[in-house]
């Protein structure tokens, strides 16, 4: 592992501030930068970082950085907006997108980036924060430049447990927002099952066992209703509005391919329903009080 690298980290959230932290602990050099100065102020005194006060500071003399932003549209401002991160890196440099970003996009990104001599990775990741601080989330890859991936993926191993390479360019992208449509519905399905048990006189906790250990089991039914839906804590730490960003990327790639997926429409439809009535800053199973209130049952222990 060269930890001689400079790593610049943009996006110190409640993921990124984590992921960052264990980058550092690595022994790689770290620049921060966050649309929030005093935050990135905070983390670098914390952590033995430097604050970056603007994105193109932050490119200066960085060999790596990666992106952990709400969405491509921030990446994109990031790296090529006025005073952006791409006007000061070098020739060779790599950035690695860990954010949720639409495929398409990243591949104009990974174009426009390549003009200036700058190599593109995509490498979104699935896991919460939990994860996160341990350094234990699944990485889902996608890049067209191996010489470039070689340099990214010890950086990589320090934020997963499990690094999976799934194509070319835009193939994480796609995969992240994909997974997260295969989650939501589960959930939604979920959701309906219990609130039809609730009204006809069956214990939700008792359900969601049952599930657990049959053929319905998800995600969702080992983690989300019992640890947050029926104790109501909402408190994943993933928002209903980032949810469904992702899965609005999901159902833009399949109209993008003309796709025949009337399921995707519909969960996309109740999921941008939920948060446009529950908030989009809400904890994303707190979705579920709005699909209660239609029912007139509350889902508790």
């Known amino acids: 592992m060269n930890t001689s690298l400079h790593v610049g980290f943009v996006g110190i959230g409640n993921m990124g501030w984590p992921m960052a932290k264990n980058i550092r602990a ?9 649309a929030d100065p005093e935050r990135a102020r905070r983390f670098a005194a914390e952590h033995g970082a430097t604050a970056a006060d603007s994105p193109a500071a932050l490119g200066r003399g960085a060999d790596v950085v990666v992106t952990m932003l709400p969405s491509g549209k921030e990446v994109d401002a990031a790296l090529l907006g006025a005073d952006g991160i791409a006007s000061a890196l070098a020739q060779g440099a790599v950035v690695v997108d860990m954010s949720s970003s639409n495929p398409v996009g990243t591949r104009a990104l990974g174009k ?47 934020l997963g447990e499990r690094l999976i390479r799934i194509g070319a360019l835009g193939a994480g992208h796609a ?3 994909l997974n997260n449509y295969v989650a939501a519905t589960a959930f939604a399905a979920t959701a309906e099952a ?7 006189g069956l214990d939700p906790a008792i359900m969601a066992q049952v599930i657990s250990v049959s053929t319905g089991r998800n995600f969702h039914v080992d983690v989300s209703f019992p640890h947050h839906v029926l104790t109501r804590r909402f408190g994943t730490g993933f928002s209903l509005g980032l949810l469904v960003k992702d899965v609005g990327i999901a159902h833009d790639l399949s109209d993008a391919l003309e796709a025949n997926t009337p399921l995707m429409s519909l969960v996309t439809q109740l999921w941008t329903e939920g948060r446009d009535e529950i908030g989009a800053d809400q904890d994303n199973t707190a979705a579920i009080k709005l699909w209660e209130r239609r029912n007139g049952v509350t889902l508790e222990s």
Not at 127 to 135: F, I, M, N, P, S
Not at 194 to 200: P, T
């Open 26 to 34: 690595a022994g790689y050099t770290l620049s921060v930068y966050d």
């Open 112 to 158: 426009a980036l390549g003009e200036r001599g700058i190599a593109l990775i995509d490498a979104p990741v699935s896991g919460l924060v939990a994860k996160a601080e341990t350094g234990t989330l699944t990485i889902m890859v996608g890049a067209d430049d191996e010489a470039a991936l070689a340099i990214a993926t010890p950086v990589l191993e320090k």
């Open 175 to 177: 995969m992240k927002a």
């Open 194 to 200: 219990l609130i039809v048990g609730k009204r006809f």
